[in-house]
Nanobody
Framework: QVQLVESGGGLVQAGGSLRLSCAAS????????MGWFRQAPGKEREFVAT????????KYADSVKGRFTIFRDNAKNTVFLQMISLKPEDTGVYYC??????????????????WGQGTQVTVSS
């Protein structure tokens, strides 16, 4: 079992920045990928970014490329999502997810077994 705890959400004006954190505990290993998804009201959960623990390979949704950066702190077993130039359309509940991966880096929600409780990000215009 893997437990994920997110933090760092909040209210920010358009153009502002936020950093989300996801602390992992339990039976994690270098075979894991950890990702961020978000869900806006009335919309499906969508992929944002992910990082493969073994080699730090990352992947981003086109909508956040150049604005969001995912990175990790091995010592703290924590993944971060640095978000800059935030837009109102970035508003939603952001979820951290994790699972083992041996092939292509996973970007679909069903490829992840472990989820955090979510943290709200609200970007005002």
């Amino acid at each position: 079992q893997v437990q994920l705890v997110e933090s760092g959400g909040g209210l920010v004006q358009a153009g502002g920045s936020l950093r989300l954190s996801c602390a992992a505990s339990g039976r994690t290993s270098s075979t894991y990928a950890m990702g961020w998804f978000r869900q806006a009201p009335g919309k499906e959960r969508e992929f944002v970014a992910t990082i493969r623990w073994s080699d730090s390979t990352t992947k981003y949704a086109d909508s956040v490329k150049g604005r969001f950066t995912i990175f990790r702190d091995n010592a703290k077993n924590t993944v971060f999502l640095q978000m800059i130039s935030l837009k109102p359309e970035d508003t939603g509940v952001y979820y951290c997810a994790a699972d083992r991966t041996w092939g292509p880096i996973p970007i679909r929600a069903y490829e992840y077994s472990y989820w955090g409780q979510g943290t709200q990000v609200t970007v005002s215009s």
